[in-house]
């Protein structure tokens, strides 16, 4: 069995940073890609950011050029940068690994609430 860990969500001010990292705490797996997803009150999860093995990287429209995602395959860990942090990115951000046991499943973190404050 695997399970995510989050961390580094919290209260900021609009302008700021913060940086979530996620590590899955069973390396017995392939992890194939790597995301995140946050889900702001009263509205559907949505897809950040994602990161394949090779180590191509997607981004919604509405972060790029403020968030980076990167891996660290040794650790087992993804990370999300966030920088330049607005009202509109608050939410409960979540993990997503894609992983490879024979065949393809997914797990989610626990998530972790990032507000940012006006």
């Known amino acids: 069995q695997v399970q995510l860990v989050e961390s580094g969500g919290g209260l900021v001010q609009a302008g700021g940073s913060l940086r979530l990292s996620c590590a899955a705490s069973?390396?017995?797996?392939?992890?194939?890609?790597m995301g995140w997803y946050r889900q702001a009150p009263e509205k559907q999860r949505e897809l950040v950011a994602i990161?394949?093995?090779?180590?191509?990287?997607n981004y919604a429209d509405s972060v790029k050029g403020r968030f980076t995602i990167s891996r660290d395959n040794a650790k087992n860990t993804v990370y999300l940068q966030m920088n330049s942090l607005k009202p509109e990115d608050t939410g409960i951000y979540y993990c997503?690994?894609?992983?490879?046991?024979?065949?393809?499943?997914?797990?989610w973190g626990q998530g972790t609430q990032v507000t940012v404050s006006s």
């Open positions: 997503n690994l894609n992983l490879w046991n024979g065949s393809s499943f997914n797990v």
């Open positions: 069973n390396s017995a797996f392939s992890i194939n890609h």
């Open positions: 990161i394949t093995s090779d180590g191509i990287t």
